[in-house]
């Protein structure tokens, strides 16, 4: 799993932090990065300002593979973000030839006048490639390995399903899950000892509530589907055991 | 608004940044802070891993005035908040005398055996005050400006309820919304206008698809109930005189 790429997100928007707003960008993010075989290390919110968004957008891409933003692409004012990327490698974003193509189609298509406040979402810094948007056309875009998607979810979910075949990735991360009805507490020891003969996989104990009882779900991660096999059935037998 | 006090959110967790597991925290916490009049600026999703919350916990704890955590504390082996927050203060995390006996009662009441994998739930870090957990007993704690409560959403809630009266809040920050089935570049031009005539208020505008047509929800934010108002009023009047 060390050997997979690794990734960050940041997810700009006053509306989440606000409380307004739920975010589901990253739940999709993140289911879509394991199947693809690169490991999510973290994950932003941060506000729609643009000293901020160049700080955070500097701080990760040095340390992860891939850097992928949602939110704060669109006509308004608060829309800074292909300015503060750009920023952030020392460029800037002007109203690129193949964006504005892009963009006057569409408008006329839909007998829209273009606008000087619709056209800014052709903005792109130099040096981008383009992301697709097959739902509103105004495109995202990759500069070096930061990938710049809208926050709409519908068009996230589009142009990430455009930005990840590009993208190397690694061993997909499969995952089992044991479920019972048994406390964190009365399965930590057994857990514990199972995860100490299988130092490839990775385990965890996440607690819910059922009808007022307490429950707690199992799973073993790793890239190995025979390995994780055997590690379930390993931990099943402890298990009940235990019971026993 | 600038005036509130600031927090930031960290969310330990693997199974969130693995796709596994939808937060549900920090869209509760926004909320709540907002009405409190605390100004939430950024949120950290962050792995189980112990330096990783060592250096987000100290680089946030100094640059806000409250720093809230949601998950990492527990019974299992991947719990190691209490221990990682407790060193990014330089102290250490031990079994107290409070916790244990809140844990050995209920541990008692319910018949089941106190291990020492269930008393490690009694694991506190010196001086810091217990955050009640009316759900299931083992608490949370306050170690300086840093509020670590446990990740299960109905124990995360519970702890926030028991935590928010003892901190100072500012202007509860309240806002005004106008939906409307015009595309944000329609609008972007007059909103802006409108937001220039009132500099004590925050501005935004948030698009959406509803039946295949674009519509935008514009959002004013602002302490000010009377001033929000006539700003609505304002941005409703010339919107309509544009679209008429």
């Not at 933003?69 to 503060?84: E, K, L, Y």
């Not at 750009?86 to 030839?97: E, P, V, Y």
């Not at 455009?162 to 964190?184: D, F, I, Q």
């Amino acid at each position: 799993m060390a050997a997979n790429p690794t990734a960050a997100m940041i997810v700009i928007g006053d509306e989440i932090l606000s409380g307004r707003t739920r975010d589901s960008n990253l739940h999709h993010l993140a289911g879509k990065l394991t199947d693809h075989g690169i490991d999510l290390v973290e994950a932003r919110v941060i506000g729609d300002r643009r000293q901020t968004i160049i700080d955070t957008v500097n701080a990760l891409r040095a340390r992860v593979d891939h850097v992928f933003t949602s939110g704060g692409i669109g006509p308004t004012h608060d829309d800074i973000t292909a300015d503060a990327v750009a920023a952030a490698f020392g460029l800037t974003a002007g109203i690129r030839d193949d964006a504005r193509a892009l963009l006057e189609d569409y408008f006329a298509s839909r007998g829209v006048e273009a606008t000087p406040a619709r056209m800014r979402m052709a903005r792109v810094p130099e040096g981008a490639v383009l992301i697709d948007n097959p739902v509103s056309v105004a495109p995202g875009f990759s500069l070096g390995n930061v990938h710049v998607m809208a926050g709409v979810p519908s068009v996230f979910e589009a142009m990430l399903q455009g930005v990840l075949p590009r993208l190397t990735g690694g061993a997909p991360v499969r995952s089992r899950t044991l479920r019972m009805l048994r406390g964190e507490g009365d399965v930590a020891e057994i857990l514990e000892a199972v995860a100490a003969e299988y130092p490839d996989l990775s385990f965890g104990s996440y607690p819910f509530q059922q009808d007022g009882r307490y429950g707690t779900n199992l799973v073993i991660r790793g890239t190995d589907e025979a390995l994780l096999n055997q590690a379930l059935f390993r931990l099943e037998s402890a298990l009940s055991e235990d019971a026993a």
